[in-house]
């Protein structure tokens, strides 16, 4: 059950601007699990199988729902709600760079992060009309769709919003889930099951063979995402919502840092909260 409610959450982060799937399943401390689960399903496919399915029912169900709410949300108070975003992408930063120095960290690597930060920004600021918007997809279309999908739950730090737009394809993603149109989800689904494993397998491989390097270029895309996350309709000033805004940030930060540690910062916390007593 706990794997099904962070599966709502990541599902969540699949559409929400600036998050990701992958983004929240790091916090929740099971990414490289799910990509060892995907990569290899069919070795040992009951108890991978049941390790995925309540997380995989946890993200159709947060997609679901919450793609109508974060529109709402995106389009009646754009600020506050991109500034909790910005929040809980910093509040990870300090585990991802964990991550990075956690099996050695040589001259090389900053070099790494830089090239791979630069590169991201290049892309996520690609002119979104670069490809045409899809607005009525062919079968073809659809199952690239969910190849893309994947790829945003999969790969760290991919912004859905801004991938999908640059390939001609979120408007009309957000669209398909809002009005449940299945001519165009149902061909998506095998494009999804697709992408995901061979990804996955790729990922997991990647992390493998070149943990600090992969976790490098993961860290620059996380370092690339954070100008893209307030939009130029985002302008602070001395006014309530930009107080709301910060606070929104400030929450943000501070569940995604509490969360990416959560066993120690719960210990703590019961340790304080001894102390007090």
């Not at 307030?230 to 840092?257: H, I, Q, R, Y």
């Amino acid at each position: 059950m706990e794997r099904f409610f962070k599966g709502i959450i990541v599902g969540i982060g699949g559409v929400a601007p600036g998050l990701s799937g992958s983004v929240l399943l790091i916090i929740f401390g099971l990414y490289q699990r799910t990509l060892e689960a995907l990569g290899t399903l069919l070795k040992d496919f009951k108890k991978k199988a049941a390790f995925l399915l309540p997380l995989v029912l946890g993200m159709g169900v947060g997609v679901l729902l919450f793609s109508r709410v974060i529109d709402f949300c995106l389009e009646r108070f754009e600020m506050p709600t991109r500034s909790c975003f910005l929040g809980l992408i910093l509040g990870t930063l300090p585990m991802v760079w964990k991550e990075v120095r956690k099996e050695g960290f040589r001259p090389y690597h900053p070099f790494m992060i830089l090239l791979s930060a630069m590169a991201s920004l290049l892309f996520f600021t690609v002119d979104g009309g670069a490809f045409p918007q899809v607005t009525d997809p062919t079968v073809l279309q659809s199952l690239l769709l969910g190849i893309a999908v994947a790829a945003t739950a999969i790969i760290p730090g991919v912004d859905p919003a801004v991938f999908l737009s640059t390939l001609g394809f979120y408007e009309m993603y957000v669209e398909a889930l809002a009005n449940l149109d299945l001519t165009v989800l149902i061909p998506m689904v095998p494009g999804v099951a697709a992408g995901a494993m061979v990804i996955s397998f790729l990922m997991s491989r990647l992390f493998r063979r070149f943990y600090t390097g992969t976790y490098c270029v993961i860290f620059g895309i996380f370092l690339a995402m954070i100008p893209n996350m307030l939009s130029e309709n985002c302008v602070p000033g001395w006014d309530g919502k930009t107080a709301v805004s910060f606070l929104l940030m400030l929450l943000g930060f501070g569940l995604s840092f509490y969360l990416g540690d959560l066993e120690r910062n719960n210990a703590r916390l019961g340790r304080s909260f001894r102390k007090r007593a």
